[in-house]
């Protein structure tokens, strides 16, 4: 499978990061390579097997619907780069 | 052309937990900004969030309550995009396997019934909230976190909606159910319901489906309906023209009252969905939904049907009655006190009750004239007239005391026993027949004579407005 760098571009994109024309190119060859590497697995017959998503076989964890104390407000504030009258500040959001 | 509009709408609700779905922090509405938040709701990293398990019960009550089917295994996935009132760059939703699938909503409009088929019930967290500073020229937007990661069910219909009147009937009849459940106060004043809307029109009689518009931001019923009037006409002139109708998401300005096409990017998602690794899956098994089930009340349905066969009212009054859950309780408390009055009390509290309540904005749960008090009230109006029932009824409400009571301090029965005051009202009626002859022919002042005779019979003790009643049913009555 042959990732193009449209493709990149959308990923990149999606990720919000910002890729010089070497880098899409490099990107693309590299991601090509590794899942032409997975793309192994294709050849193994998987009908009878279930999907795993989960590493552990944990089921149905719940916590009790009990309050416990937030964190205080100023502390959570001041992790963020910019806050005003108790809001965080972030840059404008075109509705 | 005739067109025929098919829609099909998304729900969220908030629902009722003390804390939020992931962490400790509180639900509590229009606490101070970014006073409920912690590390977990603000997706800082190597934080671990674990589930809420009222607000998964809850989840699970509202699917069974849709009639859905219940999947054995669920799981939450990652719904990855970036905006600012998403913390975590990601909503913990859930995709691929839902707490329920294909149930229906039973919905009467006209009289008519007609099943809305749900497509899936799932449980996701509540994004935070942005505020857009009214300073003219501000560069920036504030944030706050208080409602991140708050309980909110999605409730997702078919298409199935062909009329504005069925849209209304399927939202009334949703919240009804959400409210007899108990998992969602609905209040839309405080975001706890909101809508999203697809919209497509076809010609009349066509078997394939037009261009689907979506509509988000529908904060209340009322935004909805007008959202589907605006849509209606925009397509159809748009078709009329021969022009094609954009398949894309559209934002509802309610100050307006128009939508809005939003920006290509802002709709070109992509979510990228992926089961979400720091939350265990929920397996469901018989038991579970058993026990579920036996926590579901009567809904608004059954009930109203019960009502009608019950009680022998009207199915218009017995959906007015089972409307709202607290008025419906009112109703069968006061029934269960008299059996012998149903439609008296049913009318009083359609026609009286409800229209104070209105004019004093409260609910029935606050109302000064408890199932008893309105009993007694129905109780004793033989004795006084309807007229007079409905003034003590008023004064019931003004000062709290019982009709009874407020009967006895104003002398109302007074003479006021009807069979006693029929007696000599024929008889003033025998010894005047000129004036009553006179009021037939439509002289009013007739009236006030007789009630004066009668009064001088009665040495005042007599209720006028008794009396006024009386003649007026005796002299109409005479003159056929
Ligand atoms: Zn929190």
Redesign the interface.
């Known amino acids: 499978m042959d990732i193009s760098v449209k493709e990149i571009e959308h990923i990149a994109d999606l990720s919000r990061i910002t890729l010089t024309v070497d880098e899409k190119n490099t990107f693309a060859k590299q991601l090509t390579n590794i899942l032409g590497y997975i793309e192994k697995l294709n050849e193994l017959d998987t009908d009878e097997v279930q999907p795993m998503a989960y590493a552990t076989f944990l089921k149905n964890v719940f916590r009790e619907d009990k309050l416990k104390s937030s964190f205080s407000r100023q502390e959570i504030l001041e992790l963020s780069p910019s806050s005003a009258n108790g809001f965080f500040k972030v840059p404008k959001v075109i509705e | 052309m005739k067109y025929e509009v098919v829609m099909g709408l998304e729900t969220h609700a908030e629902l009722d937990?003390?804390?939020k779905l992931f962490?400790?922090?509180?639900t509590k509405f229009g606490s101070?900004?970014?006073?409920?938040?912690?590390?977990v709701c603000?997706g800082?990293p190597g934080v671990l969030p674990?589930?809420?398990?009222?607000?998964?019960e809850h989840s699970l009550k509202a699917a069974l309550s849709l009639s859905c089917e219940i999947s054995e295994f669920t799981?939450f996935d990652r719904k990855?995009y970036?905006?600012?009132d998403l913390p975590k760059n990601y909503q913990t939703s859930q995709n691929y396997f839902n707490i329920g699938n294909n149930g229906y909503v039973d919905i009467v409009v006209k009289g008519k019934e007609k099943r809305i088929d749900i497509h899936n019930v799932h449980l996701e967290e509540e994004a935070g909230k942005?505020?857009?500073p009214e300073t003219s020229g501000?560069?920036?937007?504030?944030?706050?976190?208080n409602r991140a990661g708050v309980p909110l069910l999605e409730i997702v219909t078919q298409p199935d909606m062909r009329s504005v009147e069925e849209v209304e009937s399927y939202m009334q009849t949703l919240r009804n159910i959400l409210l007899y459940i108990g998992v969602s106060d609905c209040k839309m004043q405080e975001g706890s319901l909101r809508f999203e809307a697809s919209i497509s029109l076809r010609e009349e009689g066509s078997n394939v489906l037009g261009n689907r518009v979506e509509i988000k931001n529908l904060n209340s019923m009322k935004a909805v309906l007008k959202v589907i009037a605006y849509e209606i006409s925009r397509q159809s002139s748009l078709l009329d023209k021969g022009e094609d109708v954009l398949m894309e998401t559209r934002?509802w300005d309610d100050v307006d009252s128009v939508s809005r096409r939003m920006r290509s990017k802002e709709e070109a998602h992509?979510y990228?969905y992926f089961?979400e690794?720091d939350?265990?899956?929920?397996?469901i098994d018989q038991e579970w939904i058993d026990e579920t089930r036996t926590t579901i009340p009567e809904l608004p349905v059954s009930k109203r049907q019960r009502f009608v066969n019950e009680y022998t009212i009207s199915d218009y009054d017995a959906g007015i009655l089972t409307d709202d859950k607290l008025l419906a309780d009112y109703f069968e408390e006061c029934v269960g006190l008299s059996q012998d009055s149903p439609k008296e009390l049913s009318n009083w509290i359609i026609n009286d009750v409800l229209r104070e309540l209105n004019e004093r904005k409260t609910n029935v749960q606050d109302f000064i004239v408890s199932p008893k008090m309105l009993v007694d009230l129905v109780k004793i109006k033989p004795a006084i007239g309807s007229s007079i029932a409905k003034d003590v009824f008023v004064e019931m409400i003004n000062t709290g005391k019982t009709a009874p009571s407020i009967v006895k301090e104003k002398s109302l029965t007074q003479m006021g026993d009807v069979s006693e005051l029929n007696d000599i009202v024929a008889k003033v009626i025998d010894e005047n027949p000129k004036a009553a002859e006179d009021y037939g022919k439509g002289k009013k002042s007739a009236l006030t004579f007789l009630i004066g005779q009668t009064m001088k019979v009665t040495k005042g003790k007599a209720n006028p407005k008794i009396l006024t009643e009386i003649f007026k049913e005796k002299l109409s009555a005479g003159s056929k």
Do not use: I
């Open positions: 937990t003390e804390s962490c400790g922090c509180s101070e900004p970014n006073t409920q938040t912690c590390p603000l800082l674990v589930m809420n398990k009222k607000a998964f799981n990855s970036y905006y600012p942005l505020v857009h501000a560069n920036y937007s504030l944030v706050d976190f934002l992509d990228r089961p690794p939350l265990v899956p929920v397996w």
